[in-house]
């Protein structure tokens, strides 16, 4: 079973969001949770990126490179990538995993590959 990221549609004004929010940017008129979730792509393009060097015990690894993508509907996320030469606009694909574990929890994100 594949596992996905969740954008959130407005059902007042289709408006999407991610993270999830409690009131549209489009309309704030309406109740909290009008909203229906929607997968967001796995591909897109890499605006940015870095490499963090002082991480907490629960990442079990020396470094961790962190990107800024814009998928291709237009959103963008911070994802982990696993990219040996990373360069600002190239193409980029995802996938849903582990990102970091802890004693009884695994937490999941987007984790970007060259596409």
Do not use: C, W
């Amino acid at each position: 079973m594949a596992r996905e990221i969740y954008a959130y549609k407005s059902r007042v004004d289709g408006t999407l969001h991610y993270p999830m929010k409690m009131i549209s940017r489009g309309n704030r008129d309406h109740d909290f949770f009008e909203f229906d979730p929607v997968p967001l792509p796995k591909t897109g393009k890499l605006l940015t990126f870095t490499t963090v060097y002082n991480l907490p015990a629960q990442y079990e690894v020396a470094t961790l490179g962190l990107g800024i993508v814009e998928l291709e509907n237009g959103m963008r996320m911070l994802g982990q990538i696993e990219i040996d030469d990373p360069q600002i606009g190239m193409a980029v694909k995802g996938t849903v995993k582990v990102v970091r574990r802890e004693t009884y929890d695994d937490y999941y994100g987007m984790v970007f590959t060259a596409a």
